[in-house]
């Protein structure tokens, strides 16, 4: 390492790039170190020397020494913190919605985004905590959640001779140490979390948003853990089965409630048309305009109904499922694939193994008979694709249905 008394210069890194790519800790050193932000311009953005000593993602020691620096703008943080992050770029939620939640989050509210499924709220809750912070940790919710999955607890610790017990930090908490420790924004997003008891879970969260100040846990070097103004809060919830009404009043008195539910068409189509070319016209014979016109036949049928029908539409159903539909469809049918000479068939086995499952899920009985009745008639319409799979499906699922109802008559 060079001993230059001014700090460690550009051309210092230069000539001994060499070095350094080999060497974890001259690299910690020279970020230390460093004489200016060029420095670690070269380091991190040329050299990438983060990736190579860090690995594709997490934070390893190249990248808590920029976080840790002084000379490092907030854009460099956020290159070394989204490391291998392949969260999209371009936002395509409608603008009222990125702006609102934006707003909430300046105003210092936690947001939840709520919508049916297949909206595209987990996609937008990692854009906007990118967009708010120079990171953010994802957190997904289950049945078995806890207050202390949040806030921290008490843990077992097996490491040494015998029993011990340690504290442990929620999602939340390790998201306020990590904005405390580099002095920066950084976001903590709660996914689905009507799959755990919201209440039962976000009790301590509640009483800590009305009263910033107070203490929400401690660990066992005596640091305390208060809500911090640097950390933004994002939820998702999957509101397909029930409306905000059902809530309880808690959460939509502390949390501002952001839904996500239509697309512009526009935005719609561009989504649907970039899946199409991806994965399906650039590696299979199927054509983008009969796909294309597939997915938003079929898309329009479930949210808004079929005009030859007085009957509004199915159930909300959001855009983001026709992407699996398309994957399926380019691995499947591209060369050496199970549906290379059955292309046609694919499309109503892809509809079967994506579409229908998740709309059944959901739905009522009544549903269920007009899902039945959507898919004949597009198998009927669509003439090029065997969408029978998924008719034959929805049909089997409706005479289910009707079998239990009549032994309950």
Request: hydrophobic share 35%.
């Amino acid at each position: 390492m060079s001993d230059s008394s001014d700090g460690y210069t550009l051309e210092d890194a230069k000539d001994e790039v060499g070095i350094l790519r080999r060497v974890t800790d001259d690299v910690v050193e020279a970020i230390q170190d460093a004489e200016n932000e060029d420095v670690l311009e070269y380091l991190i953005e040329d050299e990438k020397l983060d990736v190579i000593h860090d690995g594709e993602r997490g934070l390893g020691q190249v990248r808590r020494a920029v976080l840790e620096s002084s000379l490092a703008s907030d854009r460099l943080k956020r290159v070394v913190s989204l490391r291998g992050d392949e969260t999209p770029e371009e936002i395509l939620v409608p603008n009222d919605v990125e702006r609102n939640a934006k707003v909430a989050l300046e105003a210092g509210k936690p947001v939840v985004l709520y919508g049916p499924t297949g909206t595209g709220k987990t996609t937008f809750a990692k854009q906007l905590a990118r967009e708010t912070g120079i990171g953010y940790a994802l957190n997904t919710a289950t049945p078995s959640w806890t207050p202390s999955d949040i806030i921290g607890g008490i843990s077992p610790d097996y490491t040494g001779d015998s029993l011990s017990y340690r504290t442990k930090l929620g999602c939340v908490s390790e998201a306020v140490q990590r904005a405390r420790r580099f002095d920066v924004e950084y976001g903590v997003i709660l996914d689905e979390i009507t799959r755990a008891d919201i209440s039962k879970i976000f009790g301590p969260l509640y009483t800590a948003i009305e009263n910033p100040h107070q203490t929400i846990f401690e660990t066992d070097e005596g640091e305390t853990i208060e809500l911090d103004e640097r950390v933004n809060i994002i939820c998702t919830m999957n509101m397909s089965d029930r409306t905000v009404n059902e809530l309880d009043n808690a959460i939509t008195r502390r949390f501002a409630m952001i839904e996500l539910d239509e697309y512009e068409e526009d935005k719609r189509r561009q989504l649907f048309k970039d899946w199409i070319t991806t994965h399906v016209t650039d590696h299979t014979d199927l054509g983008e305009s009969e796909i294309l016109r597939l997915f938003e036949r079929d898309y329009e049928g479930i949210n808004h109904g079929h005009e030859s029908t007085s009957q509004g539409s199915i159930m909300r159903f959001g855009p983001m499922h026709y992407r699996d539909v398309a994957v399926f469809l380019g691995v499947g049918c591209r060369e050496g694939g199970e549906y290379e000479y059955d292309q046609t068939d694919a499309v109503g086995q892809a509809f079967r193994t994506y579409i229908v499952p998740r709309l059944l899920n959901a739905a009522a009985f009544p549903q269920i008979e007009r899902i039945a009745e959507h898919y004949r008639a597009m198998n009927g319409e669509f003439e090029e694709f065997d969408l029978a799979p998924a008719a034959e499906l929805a049909e089997r699922e409706l005479e289910q249905e009707r079998r239990q109802m009549g032994s309950y008559e």
